[in-house]
């Protein structure tokens, strides 16, 4: 079975810095997506961004950018300029291809400090 | 556009109660529907989805059941609450098909057995 391992329960960055969340998975698998959720305090769960497998390049929105290391097995998110508003948990979560299961990490809560 | 409603936003309930949890999607048709549980200070844990009316497919053994009785409509029940039962649950939906279709969540239910 997939696993997502999240190695950062907790970080804190300082407001207009930048911050790189961790996420690796398992798989013995070529065809998957990786999608990186945030869920503020109103617990709402909201896409941030997602990677397809196959493609080399990686993803990138507005602020909120990848670093999708598919040989090791890596799938960090940057956030630049970060603001309050970035304030939240972090999840990273894998889907096969082919399957209708997102399995997601423990998630990494962050917080941006004025 | 989609939408997902997802009631109540909280709960109270006694041990050895019923439990309905109820989710609706607007905007699309034969979506693949999805409830999830997040315990305080965890991941999400995937509990049911269905592909189609009728058609769940569950994934942790316990205490809850869940039904699909109309093709947008996801209801999550329980005869007899546990303790353990206590969490945030979460309904989602996306397309099916669609291999990178992100998950789209529900404002998620505040459970708490009592």
């Known amino acids: 079975a997939q696993t997502v391992t999240q190695s950062q329960p907790e970080m804190s960055v300082q407001e207009a810095e930048t911050v790189t969340l961790s996420c690796t998975y398992d798989t013995s698998e070529s065809n998957y997506y990786l999608f990186w959720y945030k869920q503020p305090p109103s617990r709402q769960m909201i896409l941030v961004i997602r990677q397809e497998a196959y493609k080399q390049q990686n993803a990138t929105e507005n602020r909120f950018s990848v670093n999708f290391q598919k040989a090791a097995k890596s799938f960090s998110l940057k956030i630049s300029d970060s603001q309050l508003g970035d304030t939240a948990m972090y999840f990273c979560?894998?889907?096969?291809?082919?399957?209708?299961?997102?399995?997601f990490g423990k998630g990494t809560k962050l917080t941006v400090n004025p | 556009s989609q939408t997902i409603h997802q009631w109540p936003a909280t709960l109270v309930q006694p041990v050895g109660s019923p439990l309905s949890l109820e989710c609706t999607v607007e905007g699309t048709s034969n979506p693949n529907l999805y409830w999830y549980r997040q315990a305080a200070g965890r991941g999400l844990q995937l509990l049911f989805y269905s592909v189609g009316i009728g058609q769940i497919s569950s994934e942790v053994p316990q205490n809850l059941s869940a039904s699909r009785p109309q093709d947008r409509q996801f209801i999550l029940s329980s005869k007899k609450l546990l303790l353990s039962d206590s969490g945030f649950y979460l309904c989602?939906?996306?397309?099916?098909?669609?291999?990178?279709?992100?998950?789209?969540f529900g404002n998620g239910t505040r459970l708490t057995v009592t």
């Open positions: 979560a894998f889907l096969q291809g082919g399957s209708e299961k997102l399995v």
């Open positions: 989602a939906w996306r397309f099916t098909g669609g291999n990178n279709s992100p998950l789209h």
